[in-house]
């Protein structure tokens, strides 16, 4: 893409932003060459590695590449005989550590794998150069340490020792009381690398030795002592053989990263195309960028553009689908160049590998984004505005094709509006069949109704307050839009008689028509902001539709959950009836087979007529009475278990129930949200929770809807304590007690109720929250940390209607 037009849709100040979030020289470097990319396999692949980057991002878990350079070119010296600083080593050592380190980090994440595929060519074996370089080298690359070879350890402490000695022996002379009038200081200097004495001239004679070097004066001689040159040359000695130990270090240590340059230079290369996707990532999260859906259309909700206040900026929409060609109309300051440049730099910053500015966005590949914005007209090369824009024209007529995109700033303005108007016709229509998709901004009414006219091409409008007059920086797509000149005029401060007689110059036909253009974008804005309100019903319908269907489909699960329990139950009831009718009739039959083997033996031994076994036999037929009792009622127990199970909901006002746990029996008169008015015998109304209630099968069998004589039971105890202590129960003991007190205090009347369950392992305190949590009667629980307490608020308790 032609640098010109990438200027034009500000990218290099994008780049400076995006360069300033990478955190290596290599990737800086990386983000400064980054163009916008035609091929779309690599706009996918840029795209999916900025995805993976935001993934670490938002975990945390980015590696650091801070300490990375860019070592390429120092190892390719290095490998052709080059020894290295200690200082260039350094950075070697780093950017290893750098690069190795990320890789091993990026190998425990799984879903990244074009991010793995980035550092799969780093070689980790280059970590064992680092470490070398480390032990040699000072953490600042000032120097090697001592440390780097034994014989540079000896070298060194030797150094040290002879320059000490040496200093020592230098003083003493100095501190000669008869040398102290010949000398002219009592310091040690030195001079051509050698310790001295400055000495005065006149006493040359006074100390043996070597002068080294005289003052600009001839005054001062700086001699070294025939007393201190052994030892000087000694040090002197030790000094180039430091010199050559650490020469050899330097070599050995080069020769190391020579070796692996290749490796080196794969290592650089890695690590600036991982910091240049974690750059992206951190930049498209920055601006909340959308994921591009790829299509043959363009659409823009909710965009940007990036170098504006993101939380100030006006969000523009821009819905093209097929379109060829698009006319952006209205006043100036509106907002037509800033839309212009946002759609520009969306496909630009999209084929780069960043995520654009939008909620939604949806953009073809474009193998060039050609663009003519602005005043470029120029002193120097004699051109005016209108030349400017013409050599600019000329230029994206030359190198679109059917898959470039055209941005044009008020195209083919700057000359005579009759002759202007009808080049940008012209021109407008041999880019529509020649580009993908051109854009243009315009006050032409001719380039209007040309666009209101042609297959392929829509007009759009930016419009102004009816009421402030003021920008109103939107995009509405299918409407041309008006100038606003005069009212723009007066709204930045012309003087009002000067913008009235401007108005009566302009043909009445043409304000008109700005008149009707006008009562359209109000109409306009009217019916967006009635759709935006059916919108918002109709959402709030689909919320309670859901809602309702949540509802119904938790009721449908508890009658299920009902039924299955109510079998179960009666499976249960009919097992024991079962069982205690063969009980019984085991027991009748012993009773009847007793009696028999009695009265036969009273037939034999005649009847009997004592009191006693007169007392034996009616005890006999007391029990065979009972048993057959018994037996009898075992009996139709067992017959109405063995009816079908009928469970039907949801309840209806009218339905007659029963709510036995809380003693409630009546007809359903009311349900309002979860409760119902339940009305019982003598005009006694009472309020339950729907969930607790069950139709009333005995009132089915009656007919009575009203049950028996006693149709509400309402079991309240005066006397019920306030608060309950729960410390040494199981957790099942506590939930039990603690739903039966929050029964009866309902039941009572009482607003609050106190648990103490203790602070322990908190089993009982878990058990005891649940409970509460789920409890129907429970409005509120406040925990009272103090002493291993909850206070309990109630409402809606099943209480006189």
């Known amino acids: 893409m032609r640098e010109h037009d990438l200027e034009l849709l500000e990218l290099p100040a994008m780049l400076a932003r995006l360069g300033a979030a990478t955190a290596s020289e290599p990737g800086a470097a990386l983000v400064a060459a980054l163009r916008p990319s035609p091929d779309a396999d690599v706009v996918r692949l840029r795209q999916q590695q900025t995805s993976e980057a935001i993934s670490l991002i938002e975990d945390s878990l980015e590696p650091d590449l801070g300490g990375a350079t860019d070592v390429s070119e120092v190892a390719e010296l290095a490998g052709r005989g080059s020894a290295l600083d200690t200082r260039t080593l350094m950075h070697v050592g780093r950017t290893i550590q750098a690069g190795v380190t990320a890789r091993r980090a990026l190998a425990d994440r799984v879903g990244i794998p074009a991010l793995m595929d980035i550092v799969a060519g780093i070689d980790t074996s280059l970590l064992s150069i680092a470490d070398e370089i480390g032990r040699a080298v000072e953490e600042d690359g000032s120097d090697l340490r001592d440390s780097a070879s034994p014989e540079l350890r000896r070298l060194r402490r030797l150094l040290r020792e002879g320059r000490g000695k040496l200093a020592e022996r230098l003083r003493k002379i100095a501190r000669d009381p008869d040398l102290a009038e010949y000398l002219q200081d009592d310091f040690v200097t030195e001079r051509g690398g050698r310790p001295v004495l400055a000495l005065r001239a006149s006493a040359r004679g006074r100390v043996p030795g070597i002068v080294h070097d005289s003052s600009g004066s001839g005054q001062t001689l700086f001699v070294e002592p025939f007393a ?75 965009a940007r553009h990036p170098l504006l206040d993101q939380e100030a900026a006006i969000p523009i929409d821009l819905e093209l689908g097929d379109l060829r060609a698009l006319v952006i109309s209205g006043p100036n300051t509106g907002g037509k160049t800033v839309a212009l440049k946002t759609l520009g730099l969306a496909a630009v910053l999209h084929q780069c590998g960043l995520r654009p500015p939008a909620t939604e966005a949806a953009l073809p590949i474009f193998d060039a984004i050609l663009a003519d914005i602005g005043d470029e007209q120029s002193i120097v090369m004699s051109l005016s505005t209108f030349s400017a824009h013409v050599r600019n024209l000329v230029g994206i007529l030359e190198n679109a094709t059917r898959s470039s995109l055209v941005l044009l ?15 940008a016709e012209a021109l407008l229509g041999a880019l529509a069949a020649q580009a993908r998709l051109t854009v243009t901004t315009s006050h032409y009414a001719e380039l209007k109704e040309w666009a209101s006219a042609t297959d392929g091409a829509a007009n759009a409008a930016t419009g102004l307050d009816p009421e402030t007059h003021e920008p109103l920086y939107t995009v509405a797509l299918g409407r041309p839009g008006t100038s606003h000149a005069l009212q723009t005029a007066e709204r930045l401060g012309l003087d009002s008689a000067i913008v009235a007689a401007a108005r009566g110059r302009v043909a009445p036909e043409r304000l008109q028509v700005a008149e009707l253009v006008a009562e359209a974008e109000a109409a306009a804005r009217e019916a967006q902001g009635e759709l935006t309100a059916a919108a918002a019903e109709r959402d709030e319908a689909g919320a309670a539709r859901a809602k309702a269907q949540r509802a119904a489909e938790a009721l449908q699960g508890e009658i299920e959950q009902v039924r299955s329990s109510a079998a179960a139950e009666r499976q249960r009831a009919l097992a024991h009836a079962e069982a205690e009718l063969t009980d019984v009739r085991t027991e009748l039959e012993e009773l009847r087979a007793e009696i028999r083997a009695a009265r036969k033996l009273e037939r034999e031994r005649g009847r009997a007529t004592t009191p006693a076994a007169q007392t034996k036999e009616a005890e006999r037929d007391r029990k065979l009475g009972a048993a057959a009792d018994r037996a009898a009622r075992a009996s139709r127990s067992l017959s109405r278990l063995d009816e079908p199970l009928a469970l039907t909901a949801p309840l209806a006002v009218g339905d007659p129930v029963v709510a036995a746990d809380l003693g409630v029996r009546g007809t359903i008169a009311e349900i309002v949200g979860d409760g119902a008015t339940v009305l019982g015998r003598g005009g006694l109304r009472v309020r339950v929770p729907v969930h607790r209630l069950l139709p009333d099968r005995h009132a089915e069998l009656t007919g009575d809807p009203a049950g028996p004589a006693v149709t509400v039971r309402a079991m309240i105890q005066n006397d019920l304590p306030d608060e309950i202590d729960l410390r040494g129960r199981t957790a099942q003991e506590a939930r039990e007690a603690v739903r039966d007190l929050i029964d009866q205090a309902a039941l009572a009347g009482r607003a609050e ?24 009667l429970v409005d509120e629980q406040v925990s009272d940390s103090a002493d291993g307490a909850t206070v309990v608020r109630l409402g809606g308790p099943p209480t006189s209607a």
């Open 753 to 776: 109720i106190r648990v103490i369950h203790g602070r322990g392992t908190g089993a009982v305190r878990k058990a005891v929250r649940d409970e509460l949590a789920k409890h129907p």
């Open 228 to 302: 201190a040159v052994d030892d000087s040359n000694r040090l002197r000695e030790a000094e180039i053989a430091e010199r050559e130990e650490v020469t050899r270090i330097l070599r050995n240590l080069s020769s190391l990263v020579g070796a692996q340059a290749r490796a080196l230079a794969d290592l650089v290369a890695a690590t600036a195309r991982l910091d240049l996707a974690l750059a992206c990532g951190s930049v498209s999260r920055s601006w909340r960028g959308a994921v591009v859906t790829a299509g043959p259309g363009v659409v823009l909700r909710g």
């Open 409 to 423: 700033d008020e195209i083919a303005a700057g000359t005579d509006p009759v002759e202007g108007a009808a080049l």
